[in-house]
T-cell receptor, first 114, second 113 residues
Framework: DQQVKQNSPSLSVQEGRISILNCDYT??????FLWYKKYPAEGPTFLIS?????DKNEDGRFTVFLNKSAKHLSLHIVPSQPGDSAVYFC?????????????FGTGTRLKVLA | SAVISQKPSRDICQRGTSLTIQCQVD?????MFWYRQQPGQSLTLIAT?????????ESGFVIDKFPISRPNLTFSTLTVSNMSPEDSSIYLC??????????FGPGTRLTVT
């Protein structure tokens, strides 16, 4: 049962344009949603998060939008830069069976073309 | 933020042997997680290791196969026991920051032959 899904395995965007990465979840008990970036041979790096009580959070070029009714969140990167090329994971966190845990999506590989 | 180191960074092991992975954090943290990332796949939670209590394992992972120690608030180990080629993966530890964000170690790349 995949509770967090990223349906696009890859995305290519021209430098300077907007990158939009999408994520869907099924469990309405999640209370935080997070985005991570991962380069090869490194651990994931935290990018931005949003609480379930908000619908938008912005940090520089990165904005995360949360639509609770649709159980959908998205990460907008604008303007996109070649250094943004990486695999992006969304994650959802909450208490399940008495334990606080994080569930990750399958990742979207972003390629920003110069 | 937290700085996390893992040892070893990579290893090639023979079938049937065991490997212990160490995770060191530069600050005291309560919650620590161990993940596995198999080739081309997402991060799968193996277990949650909170200091002072037994590790909590996810479905599909058992203590006999993946024993975990958490002797203090800055250190943990994960052992992959009686390894098979299916255990070839990247193993990652992580801790939780003050705003629910997670910080990850660089990972241990394990190849079982």
């Amino acid at each position: 049962d995949q509770q967090v899904k990223q349906n696009s395995p890859s995305l290519s965007v021209q430098e300077g344009r907007i990158s939009i990465l999408n994520c869907d979840y099924t469990n309405s008990m999640f209370d935080y949603f997070l985005w991570y970036k991962k380069y090869p041979a490194e651990g994931p790096t935290f990018l931005i998060s949003i609480s379930s009580i908000k619908d938008k959070n912005e940090d520089g070029r990165f904005t995360v939008f949360l639509n609770k009714s649709a159980k959908h969140l998205s990460l907008h990167i604008v303007p996109s830069q070649p250094g943004d090329s990486a695999v992006y994971f969304c994650a959802a966190s909450g208490t399940t069976s008495g334990t606080y845990k994080y569930i990750f999506g399958t990742g979207t590989r972003l390629k920003v073309l110069a | 933020s937290a700085v996390i180191s893992q040892k070893p960074s990579r290893d090639i092991c023979q079938r049937g042997t065991s490997l212990t992975i160490q995770c060191q954090v530069d600050s005291q943290v309560t919650m620590m997680f161990w993940y596995r990332q198999q080739p081309g796949q997402s991060l799968t939670l193996i277990a949650t290791a909170n200091q002072g209590s037994e590790a909590t394992y996810e479905s599909g992972f058992v203590i006999d196969k993946f024993p975990i120690s958490r002797p203090n608030l800055t250190f943990s180990t994960l052992t992959v026991s009686n390894m098979s080629p299916e255990d070839s993966s990247i193993y990652l530890c992580s801790v939780v920051g003050t705003a629910y964000e997670q910080y990850f170690g660089p990972g241990t790349r394990l190849t079982v032959t």
